[in-house]
Every structure is written in C-alpha cells, then in structure tokens.
C-alpha cells in the first residue's frame, strides 16, 4: 500500500538498541521489496526470526492447464465444489497462466498451521463466511464481500468463525466453513491500487479515486504472541512451486511493533464508490488493484446511464489485448443469460463478447443495476485446469445464438415501418448508416419508406422524433434507390 502505518511498540530510530522488559535486545527485521528501494516495513521480535529447524517439503504446487490450443468461450459453475482441506490445501485453481492463478476456496475444516506464501501476493475475495486473519503485522477481522490483500512473505493464520447459512445462501452441507475467490500472483509482483488512484508526490488517494485510505482497514492488535512449545510450530511455505514445511521453537506472531507501507489489509467492495457516466463507462472505471500484467475490477450496484437513449448494458466489444475472467457474486447481471451465483466466464482476446440475445431491450427501460461481480483481466492468454473442465458449462459459447431483438420478431416493434414477417426480406437487404440524420443514431436498418414526423412510422420517443433528432431539425434526403444497396461513407 502506498500510505505509511505503524503498531505496536517502536523505538525512537531505526537500527538502534530496543530491549525487552527483561534487557535482552528485541530482534530487528527489515522486511522490504524490490532489493531495498520498493515499500519496506521495519519490524521488532521477541525471538530471532531465523532460529527455525524441521525443514522438508510436502508436495507441489505447480499448476498444470490443459486445452492450451483452444479458444472459446468459458462458463465454469464453482457452486458444486465441494469442501475440502483447509483454506491453503482446498484451493481449486480454474485458470491462470505466468502471471496470475484464479482459484476458489470451499473449505472443510480450520488451518492447523501458519502460512507464507514466498512466491507472491494473495487477493482474496470473502464470498460467503467471516473470521480473523491472524498475521505477523496484526489481526484483520473479515467478512462478506472483503477483499483480504496479503503481500508475498507475511505469514498468517485464517481463523474461521461458526458459519449460520441464511435465507438464499448455500447449506452448511454444500459451504461448511466459508466460500472465497482467491488471486494470486505468479510472476511475484505486487498486488496494490492502481496508479492513476495515487499522487505522485505523496502516495495520497487521489478525488477521482472511487475508494481512498478511510476504506482500507489496517492491521490490529492482537499482534504478539509470546508462546513457547516443545512441540514448535509449523510454519508452511509456498516456493518454488513446492509446499515446503518448517518449525519454530516460538510462536510465529512475535512482532512487538512495526512500521511501514507494506502490510497486509482489508477493503469491502461495498466501500467502492462506481463511478457512472450519461453513456456507458468502459470497464476501467471499475478497476480497484492491479498487478503486473493484470487487474482485479470489482462491479458493483450502481444507477445506469441517464441518456434518453441509452444502452444500459455493455456493448459488443473486442479487448484484443486482454482476456477476462468474471466471478458472480450476487444480483441480476443484467448482460448475461444462465449466469448463477459462483459462475466465472472466461471471454477470450481474439473473440468478441456482448450483451445476450433480447437483454439490450430488456435493459432500456432499468435505472438502477444490483450486479455484484469481480473480474480479472490478463494481458496473456488464460488456460484452464482439469478441474476447471469438470465445472465447465460446454453449452455457453452457442449462448449468444438466438434473436437479439425479440420485440421485432414478435411485431411489437417495426424498423421503417416494416414489420417482422418480412425478416428474410429485411435480412437480404442491404444496410446502410445514417451519420446526423434520418434513422436513429444507434440504429442500423435496411433502406425503407422515409422516417419522421408524428405517424405510425414516426412517433416520438422522449420529446424527440423517432429518427432520433429535435423536431424542426432538417434531416437527411433519402439515398436515391438505385445506391440503396451502398453504406453511407
């Protein structure tokens, strides 16, 4: 994080002599980034934080994708994980590559032990579940819909509390413990807000932010743990794409005191503020963290676009440099079709995506949206993992088959006065474009009968005419027939 915070006990200077109660000096350590020059935070021990012994490793942690030479449409259903291991042992990676790995947790029972994650930065989205998140740096309490940010190397404990399902939410049964979406890094960059978010000058959040430092929560006490066990504690280590094990003589959380800008914190996506616009706003006004080589936006409940005439959800587009994961959270997103909750769509670069078939009309008439969803864009191409097929809903990619515009196939709508029996006709006529005059300005329609004034063809919509101008302003003359079949340059 950018802002400076400190806990706990701290001596006047750094490097200088500090002593414990009984006279023995704590033990300094400078947890630090980027080779000393990125964000550092300095910390004081009861124990050396080096007197560790019990090494050995456990398992594997690299991740192997599949269908590297497919690209589709994705639809994966996260709801029929079932609970296994613990918060560490029970991630499903879906899908990842060199630079970030997606998984969902569903875990059955609590941590025995302690965890670094030694080879990046972890993002964790709360779905379902609350509790505290013990670290070297403090405690954390989290709950629904916080995004639990933990930095590469800051070890820490999940501590789940009772879960109660309620009206709506999955069973003890299917969720026993808690549900959470979880990204991590795997080029070992940082996961932080974004800088356009910050000044320059001083780290500062910045007005047109749609968060700032008053929503993150910071580290707490309790923070230092003087305990002692001759049975030690097991710390786990991810490294090397490995799960390595090792032990303390100590309790881990020893730290009397720190300070610094690298911590781990909390921030609730219902304290992001969406920044809305009169026309649709493109998805980067949803960012809230980035990472190299990706970003994690969150879409939150917010009032629609407040154009008479405009198109509430989001339109065709190709981010040709960027693939996109979805996770759903809660709420009707408005653009999708046989979206539930715990879905994740993966949207290729190289394919474009948009609205599904008949949700353009069913959206105009909406002033508010309730969608509740966390995306991840990639600048590489994502792949999947085995699990990932096993969840995977092959039927997605034909969902955009269909008739887009219901009304006109049903008559209730009509394009220059023609009315949907006569599609194939409509259909194998040639298109033409009407830049400032003529047709509405979003329409595209085959040549047909002029439009305008106050008849059948012409009605007014909002004060305006159906052609989409003010009335009394000249409009475009009629293409001679004879270049009917031409598009307007």
């Not at 710390?235 to 690298?262: E, I, N, Q, T």
Request: proline share 9%.
């Amino acid at each position: 994080m950018p802002h400076y915070c400190r806990l706990g006990e701290l001596p006047q200077k750094r490097h200088v002599q500090f002593r414990r109660p009984d006279g023995v000096l704590y033990s300094e350590e400078v947890f630090g980034t980027e080779g000393f020059v990125g964000p550092t935070t300095t910390m004081y021990h009861i124990n050396p934080p080096t007197q560790v012994y019990g090494w050995k490793t456990l398992y594997s942690t690299k991740v192997e994708y599949v269908e590297a030479d497919v690209m589709r449409m994705r639809h994966v259903k996260s709801a029929p994980v079932k609970p296994h291991g613990d918060v560490i042992s029970g991630r499903v990676v879906l899908f990842g590559n060199s630079d970030v790995e997606m998984a969902v947790i569903n875990p059955a029972q609590q941590m025995a032990y302690h965890y670094k994650n030694g080879q990046g930065d972890e993002c964790y989205f709360v779905h379902y579940g609350s509790g505290i998140c013990y670290t070297m740096l403090g405690a954390l309490r989290f709950g629904p819909r916080d995004y639990v940010v933990i930095p590469k190397g800051v070890i820490y404990k999940f501590v789940f509390d009772k879960r109660e399902a309620k009206e709506g939410e999955p069973s003890l049964a299917q969720v026993p413990i808690a549900k959470l979406l979880l990204i991590e890094t795997a080029n070992g960059s940082h996961i932080g807000p974004p800088p356009r978010y910050v000044s320059k000058a001083t780290g500062q959040f910045l007005e047109h932010a749609p968060f700032c430092e008053r929503d993150i929560r910071t580290p707490e006490m309790p923070m230092t743990f003087n305990e002692h066990s001759e049975k030690g504690y097991e710390v786990r280590v991810k490294a090397r794409d490995r799960m390595h094990s090792y032990v303390f003589h100590y309790h881990p959380l020893d730290v009397v005191g720190w300070d610094g800008c690298y911590y781990p914190f909390c921030f609730n996506i219902n304290d992001f503020a969406p920044i809305t616009g009169k026309l649709h706003m493109p998805p980067p006004i949803h960012q809230t963290f980035e990472a190299h080589n990706f970003v994690i936006c969150s879409f939150c409940p917010r009032m629609l676009d407040w154009h008479p005439q405009a198109i509430k959800v989001p339109y065709n587009h190709s981010n040709i440099d960027s693939d996109e994961v979805l996770y759903y959270v809660e709420g009707n997103f408005g653009s999708r079709k046989g979206i539930e909750v715990g879905s994740l769509t993966l949207h290729p670069q190289g394919i474009p995506h948009g609205p599904h078939p008949g949700t353009i009309e069913a959206s105009l008439g909406a002033t508010y949206t309730g969608e509740l969803a966390v995306m991840c864009d990639t600048f590489k191409p994502l792949f999947p993992t085995k699990a990932a097929l096993q969840l995977d809903d092959e039927k997605y990619p034909a969902s955009w088959q269909g008739e887009h515009f219901p009304r006109l196939v049903s008559g209730e709508m009509k394009l220059n006065g023609v009315a949907a029996e006569k599609a194939p006709a409509l259909q194998a006529a040639a298109m033409f474009e009407h830049p400032g005059g003529g047709l509405a300005a979003n329409t595209w329609a085959p040549n047909g009968p002029a439009t305008g004034g106050n008849g059948p063809n012409g009605a007014k919509r909002n004060g305006h005419a159906a052609n989409g101008h003010a009335r009394g302003v000249k409009t475009a003359k009629k293409a001679p027939a004879a270049k009917a079949t031409k598009r307007r340059r």
